[in-house]
């Protein structure tokens, strides 16, 4: 009967005779000259802090991007007027088009067969509000009932307003979250009463708070979707009255929301193909489709997440170049010292690991502190520049892995140039 013997305890043995010595070694040659190893480090601690911030800001832009393409729907299309401010331009551009229509809205809800809900919108502002407005004026957007399910809207508070509500034009009103706060404060708004220009509302909803986007997205103007007082459209064009109505679109906004299945981007070709015809070809509105916007943003990402790291890369070359440089300069420091070893027995590939060990242990302690640093920095940056920014475990796993490459790419070269030295004449080295 014969025995097998497992040599996997000797393995974890010769391993640990191995590299344990080493290790120690190393640490004692960083401690022995402390302020040569954190120069050394500083070119590694600053990449893998710039790799760690760059991510971070990236990330958080993503994710705030990404949030508001989200909440505009990816099955939705999105018709939006361009406003124009300047009053010969406005008449110039009306000549040859009318602008949004309920006919335009009326003849995409009956040639686009993909689409499941849809509302036009009216936007108007309240240039007067009493309560007065503790902030900026609220919007006003006359929409149908079904705007909740297009949009996403939830309400925090109370309802809102039904299809009978619509059919009257019923003087209601629903307060976006900002709007509540700023015309009510911390008290209840429901059943209370709002005047928007010259017409009274009764509050019977509150809006549960929304992403806003500080910058104008891909057409979506820049607005605080929060700040926003929702009435039935038909109350807005009805009762609501605007000195500038007469230069004003009959609507300025169309929402559509699409079956699950149906092909977006032949459905906005449609929609453009209908109001160029209508239009005139006056390029006065856009068609925006969040779900094109969601392929391009990932696009986007991809290509900063690479630029990015591109750039971080070159201080982390750097430190890896001062990583090299001090390892060579080590050679010739401890050339006697190697010299003796291999005289007692060392063979070259137990020089190569002592300053591969070294070399690494550098990177390691520098990459560690430069996770921190970038983590710090990431803050500081979210704190002084108001912007999102969300450190990842990905990054710090990337810029981690990348420290130690380097510190393993840059530490080979000086490792094999000290085991090639000759035993003899590295003892009498002076």
């Known amino acids: 009967m014969s025995t097998v013997i497992s040599t996997t305890p000797r393995r974890v043995l010769h391993i640990h005779e191995q ?28 990449g893998v802090a710039a790799v760690v911030s760059m991510l971070s800001i990236g990330a958080g832009a993503r994710q705030k991007v990404m949030a508001l393409i989200e909440q505009m729907g990816v099955r939705n299309l999105i018709v939006e ?48 509000t009493i309560p007065k407005s503790q902030q900026d004026a609220p919007s006003v957007y006359g929409v149908n009932p079904i705007y909740t399910q297009i949009a996403g809207l939830q309400v925090l508070e109370g309802r809102f307003f039904d299809q009978g509500d619509e059919n009257r034009g019923a003087p209601v009103c629903v307060l976006g979250a900002a709007a509540k706060s700023s015309l009510f404060g911390a008290s209840n708004p429901i059943d209370q009463y709002v005047k ?28 605080d979707i929060n700040n926003i007082i929702y009435v039935p459209l038909n109350a807005a064009i009805l009762r609501m009255e605007d000195s500038y109505s007469d230069v004003r679109d009959e ?56 630029v990015m790291v591109a750039i971080a890369s070159i201080s982390l070359l750097v430190g890896g170049i001062g990583i090299m440089n001090i390892m060579l300069a080590s050679i010739l420091e401890r050339t006697r010292e190697i010299g003796v070893r291999r005289a007692v ?53 990337l810029a981690f892995v990348v420290s130690i490459t380097v510190g393993l790419v840059f530490g080979i070269y000086p490792a094999v140039k000290a085991a090639r030295l000759d035993p003899v004449e590295a003892i009498r080295y002076e």
């Open 251 to 306: 609507i300025d906004g169309i929402y559509l929301t699409l079956r699950e299945k149906a092909d977006m981007p032949a459905a906005a070709q449609v929609v453009r193909a209908i109001l160029d015809s209508s239009h005139h070809a006056a390029g006065d509105f856009s068609v925006i489709v969040p779900a094109e916007l969601l392929a391009e943003q990932r696009r986007t990402e991809r290509l900063f997440n690479a």
């Open 345 to 397: 027995g060392a063979r070259q590939s137990d020089i190569v690991r002592q300053f591969v060990v070294e070399a690494m242990m550098i990177s390691f302690v520098g990459g560690s502190l430069g996770i921190v640093f970038g983590f710090v920095m990431s803050r500081l940056i979210a704190w002084l520049a108001g912007w999102s920014t969300i450190v990842t475990a990905s990054s710090i796993l």
């Open 196 to 223: 928007v220009n010259e017409q009274w509302f009764r509050v019977i909803g509150v809006a549960s708070p929304q992403l806003s986007s500080q910058t104008e997205v891909a057409g979506v103007p820049t607005q």
């Open 81 to 128: 007027a361009k406003e124009t401010t300047e009053w010969q331009a406005h008449q110039k551009i009306r000549k040859i088009s009318p602008g949004l229509t309920f006919q335009d809205y009326r003849t995409i809800r009956d040639d686009v067969s993909d689409i499941v809900v849809s509302t036009p919108r009216k936007r108007l502002t309240a240039s007067r």
């Open 19 to 46: 590299w344990i010595p080493d290790l120690r070694l190393g640490l004692q040659n960083l401690l022995l000259h402390r302020l040569r190893s954190l120069l050394t480090m500083l070119g590694m601690i600053f």
